[in-house]
């Protein structure tokens, strides 16, 4: 099955969101929470698999894709 309303980001382009879904769709990750949903390398699927539930931000670069963790579970 292909998720067609997932969106690539562009060069620079950030999405932030709390995880709440991790799909492989056609040869790449769909991570998804609230309105976003996000297509992304498999290769990230290690580190977003572990951020489940949690506020991320996902920015693309010109050379690959970078995550930061927004909340901190301990507060």
Known sequence: MRIFQAIRLAPWEEGVFKLGNL???DGSLVASGGKVMLRLPLEMKA????CMGRRIAIIRTDADYRMRVLDDPDH
Do not use: K, R, S
């Not at 580190?47 to 572990?50: P, V, W």
């Open 47 to 50: 580190d977003l698999a572990n």
């Open 23 to 25: 799909v492989e769709d």
